[in-house]
């Protein structure tokens, strides 16, 4: 059993750094002297990481026969021209050794300890260079479905990559050879292995394929500020630039939406805002509730909250679907955000027919448009008896309608 073929082996595709490499092999074949000999001081291990040739010597200084007081650093004369007939007192001999010196159960030690001590080096290799990657983008094959997991092959390293269900979006399908992206969230240490985490879900994947697709960001001249998501859902960019010449904005979107709409299409058609960033709180808040126009906003800065005033046909603008739109313009600002609709003065503001529509039926709304009253005011404005005139309602309904829109402006007021 030759222990240098072991390590031939055991190198080949390893991504382990020469230095390291030696001085693994000089560990094990030292543990090997020590072990027959007691001691290493007096021996030199030489490894050759490219041929894979290992060099053992016994270095003694050279004595008078009779006068050797310690066998370990020295040699009589008489032994030591048995290696070299020109060897003279005072001088050092070099004795090689070799593997078949040491017995067979000892090499077959040092081979399993040598397989062993690699083995953990290459972990070590694989957590620290996925550390140093951690938040880059990374392409990979799924090599493999589970449960509640994909197991990615990296493109790239050929290491095994895990991405939990929980990292992708909603909508994202994949089955066994689909090429998928991703960026390095963490890498964790189980059972003394490492785990590389992919995510799809993370802000940093959308950063990356932003620098991917405007190349603004990755000379500099754009910076990405935020980023907020809901991964699958929306999302919005605070993006800056440092050139007056630069519209960020525009750059990120690209001609017809032609840099954006690549990233939306990856991220499963995941809406995106793309937004200035400005230190002007007030004006940031503004530019977060994107697409809804803001009428005015009242800060506190000391709680962090925004009262923010809109026309009544933009509430559900800046409110979203579900809440997300207002839930990532407070997450983006860092302020609490409370929707009103505007008033003016002390009058008190018009309010949309279909902010009714689940206290009034929509046929009856219909027959209300349908003789131009689109808002509250615009109905309150006609009598009953013209009300029911001129649409096919019936005076009692007519009247039912007059109660619940005077009522809303009762609350207000």
Request: aromatic content about 6%; some cysteine.
């Amino acid at each position: 059993m030759n222990l240098v073929d072991s390590f031939a082996e055991f190198k080949a595709g390893k991504n382990i750094d020469r230095p390291t490499m030696v001085r693994v092999l000089e560990d094990v074949f030292r543990s090997l002297i020590k072990k027959k000999f007691g001691s290493d001081e007096n021996f030199d291990v030489i490894v050759n990481t490219q041929s894979g040739d290992l060099e053992m010597w016994r270095v003694r200084e050279i004595v008078n026969d009779g006068e050797v007081t310690d066998e370990l650093s020295q040699i009589s004369v008489s032994e030591a021209i048995a290696f070299d007939e020109d060897y003279e007192i005072g001088e050092e001999c070099y004795e090689q050794l070799v593997l078949e010196d040491f017995g067979r159960r000892s090499v077959q030690a040092a081979r399993q300890t040598l397989i062993s001590k690699i083995m953990e080096l290459e972990k070590d290799e694989i957590y620290k260079r996925y550390a140093s990657r951690v938040g880059e983008m990374v392409l990979g094959e799924v090599h493999q479905v589970l449960k509640r997991e994909f197991l990615i092959m990296d493109d790239v390293t050929g290491n095994e990559i895990l991405m939990p269900r929980n990292e992708t979006i909603k909508g994202d399908f994949f089955r066994k050879g689909d090429m998928v992206k991703g960026i390095i969230k963490r890498v964790e240490m189980k059972n003394n292995n490492p785990v590389v985490i992919m995510s799809r879900t993370d802000e940093r994947f959308l950063e990356k394929l932003m620098e991917q697709e405007v190349p603004e960001i990755e000379d500099g001249l754009i910076t990405i500020k935020q980023i907020v998501r809901i991964p699958g859902d929306r999302a919005k960019v605070a993006v800056e630039s440092y050139d007056d010449r630069i519209d960020p904005v525009g750059a990120c979107v690209g001609m017809k939406g032609s840099r954006i709409h690549g990233i939306v299409r990856e991220l499963k058609n995941e809406n995106i805002d793309i937004v200035n960033y400005t230190k002007n709180v007030s004006l940031f808040i503004q530019r977060s509730l994107t697409p809804a126009r803001v009428t005015s906003i009242k800060l506190d800065d000391e709680r962090k909250t925004a009262a923010v005033f809109l026309q009544p046909d933009q509430v559900s603008l800046a409110i979203g679907r579900g809440g997300s739109n207002i839930k990532l313009a407070s997450k983006l600002s860092g302020y609490e955000i409370d929707v009103y609709r505007d008033n003016v003065d002390t009058e008190l503001e018009d309010v949309d027919l279909d902010e009714f529509a689940d206290e009034i039926e929509a046929w009856i709304l219909d027959q209300l448009k349908g003789i131009g009253c689109d808002t509250a005011k615009s109905v309150l404005d006609l009598s009953a008896q013209e009300l029911v005139r001129r649409t096919d309602l019936e005076e009692e309904t007519v009247n039912d309608v007059l109660a619940i829109l005077a009522s809303e402006f009762e609350e207000e007021a």
